[in-house]
């Protein structure tokens, strides 16, 4: 691609992304009002509002489409419209487990899940709620309590439709948990009600009533009247079967049929609230009252009455029957109770045969999921095995590329050096020709004597050493015996001043001037080496008078023998400088 090109296509990339990134604040500001709008309890409101701006996302940045429809799921979940794809919560799932924070990624599977839910993929929608908390940082001061209960509280809701009770109670307790973190003990105390409604199902009514009484006196002591009367009727249906209770029976039903507001201005219940007759007939039947007993057992009836209800109204009415023993009503009622018994039983028989239908299409699609996963993984495989023979094949190109250029020089060097050699040799075959043997002597005398020269400023420098420096004196002087003084470790760790180091190397400069001259070119550290080794001290002392490591000392004495005497080792250094003084 040409310059131009290049800079043109990246120009128009910034470009794009500066406008994308102007979109920014608006979307932000969007998106903050739906989110107040659903705190506000108007999740209708919230998304419209969204929907009427989803044209707009594709100019938006990733983030802020992710964060788009994330809201969206959240105003469809929050009013009711069911979910009918999982396409696009996926994305968003996979996207805040790459980007979110804990929060955003537990809200994330957690719409996944409510999807799942309305598709009725009941253990996919367990799941992505166990992906949910798993998400959640509950150690974190910002951690969402609110939407950790909410999370249990809908894994609750399967497991009671798929009877797995023992499961549900658990849900319950942990949704009941998280609203007492966010201080929410009305919602803490509603799941305490559902735990009770479970253990009901399970036949365990003392401990369903311990709960109750807990959650009615509660509820009483916070105001809350009608909750409390609603939570009654669930201690009725644990009394209705108890003679001993009976009387406690009759105060909740009074009670209920006094003060609660569930009943209209002529005192009738709606259709979803007649289970009340129930009790209250079976009160009257318990009493021996069957007349007002089958009246309120036929109360329970209404319009469009599901026949899981009619299972209970059947069969107060073929109780009382059988106590007024009127054989040709008993037979009847008998027969409709049966009836509706099977009906509720092949009902629940196609919930679990549903709910098995939901658990082999889940099985279905992970092993789907599996093989696609090792068809990508494969794919990885094949990718990386591809760019590594690629990156190779540049690297052998690239070194023999590198190994033709560097002969090439060589092989000019030495033709360079073939010419230098040639002239040289033609001049002196010319001076021969010439006859000329006292120039070439000359000539080469003046050589030999500049090499003498240079031999003799060598060993003059080390000769210097020992003519001008005097190492006893240097020995004798007091900056050493109090270094001799303070290295005897019977007297204490030593503890030498940074003026005592300036006093040796000053004392040093003085009485070894030409050694000095020889090891100024030294690192500080290389230098008081030198100095101590002169001095006879032992690599280990050295460290510790210089508070340091023993290595740290050996790669000094290497670099510095390196740098003296140009050999690459640090055993050698001391008899190195030792020599040059005596040499």
């Not at 500001?29 to 996302?57: F, I, K, N, Y």
């Not at 250029?405 to 360079?416: E, G, P």
């Not at 005398?445 to 400023?457: D, G, V």
Request: net charge neutral.
């Amino acid at each position: 691609m040409k310059p131009a090109s290049l800079g043109a296509c990246l120009l128009c990339a910034i470009l794009l992304i500066a406008a994308c990134q102007a979109d920014a604040p608006a979307a932000s500001a969007l998106h903050a009002t739906a989110d107040s709008l659903m705190c506000a309890v108007s999740p209708d409101s919230a998304l419209r509002l969204l929907q009427a701006h989803d044209g707009e996302t594709g100019q938006w940045p990733r983030r802020q489409r992710m964060r788009h429809e994330l809201l969206r799921a959240k105003a469809m979940n929050k009013a009711y419209v069911d979910f009918t794809t999982d396409s696009v919560m996926r994305q968003v799932a996979d996207y805040y487990d790459r980007h979110g924070t804990p929060n955003e990624r537990m809200e994330a599977h957690y719409l996944l899940g409510c999807v799942y839910r309305d598709l009725g993929e009941a253990p996919r929608a367990i799941d992505s709620y166990l992906d949910a908390v798993n998400c959640a940082d509950t150690t974190a001061a910002d951690c969402d309590y609110w939407l950790m209960a909410s999370v249990y509280g809908q894994m609750a809701v399967i497991y009671r439709h798929q009877l797995l009770l023992s499961y549900e109670i658990e849900a319950h307790r942990k949704a009941g948990h998280y609203d007492l973190l966010d201080g929410d003990t009305l919602s803490s105390m509603f799941q305490q009600k559902k735990v009770a409604s479970a253990y009901i199902i399970q036949n365990k009514c003392d401990s369903a009533r311990l709960i109750l009484n807990t959650v009615i006196r509660f509820y009483k002591e916070m105001g809350y009247e009608q909750e409390a009367l609603l939570a009654s009727t669930m201690l009725m249906h644990i009394y209705e079967e108890r003679p001993e209770r009976a009387d406690e029976l009759k105060r909740l039903i009074e009670e209920y049929d006094s003060k609660s507001d569930d009943f209209d201005e002529n005192h009738e219940l709606h259709s979803t609230k007649r289970l009340f007759y129930r009790y209250k007939g079976k009160w009257f039947e318990n009493i021996g009252q069957l007349d007002s007993a089958e009246f309120y057992y036929r109360k329970m009836y209404y319009n469009g009455m599901l026949i899981t209800a009619q299972n209970s109204m059947f069969e107060g009415l073929l109780s009382v029957f059988k106590k007024r023993h009127q054989a040709d009503s008993i037979a009847k009622y008998a027969q409709l109770y049966c009836a509706v018994n099977d009906s509720s039983i092949a009902i629940k028989d196609g919930e679990v045969t549903a709910q098995l239908v939901a658990s082999y299409k889940y099985n279905s699609i992970q092993k789907e999921s599996n093989r696609n996963a090792e068809a990508a993984h494969q794919a990885n495989l094949r990718f990386l095995l591809s760019t590594f023979l690629l990156l190779a094949l540049i690297a052998i190109t690239f070194s023999l590329v590198q190994h033709y250029k560097k002969q090439r020089q060589l092989q000019k060097a030495k033709y360079m050096a073939s010419l230098a050699e040639r002239t040289k040799l033609r001049n002196e075959l010319d001076i021969l020709n010439a006859k000329d043997y006292d120039g070439i002597i000359a000539r080469k005398e003046k050589e030999i004597e500049y090499l003498n020269e240079t031999i003799a400023e060598h060993n003059n420098l080390y000769r210097n050493v020992m003519l001008n420096d005097k190492l006893s004196t240097f020995e004798n002087s007091e900056i050493v015996r109090i270094f001799n003084e303070k290295s005897d470790f019977r007297k204490g760790c030593p503890n030498i001043t940074n003026d005592e180091w300036g006093e040796l190397l000053s004392e040093f400069r003085k009485d070894m001037p030409a050694a000095y001259s020889l090891l100024k070119c030294l690192s500080p550290l290389q230098l008081y080496v030198c100095i101590l080794l002169l001095l006879n001290y032992d690599e280990s002392i050295i460290a510790i008078l210089r508070r340091t490591k023993p290595q740290t000392i050996n790669t000094a004495k290497k670099r510095a023998n390196e740098k003296l005497f140009n050999i690459n080792d640090a055993a050698s250094l001391s008899s190195n400088l030792k020599s040059a003084l005596t040499s």
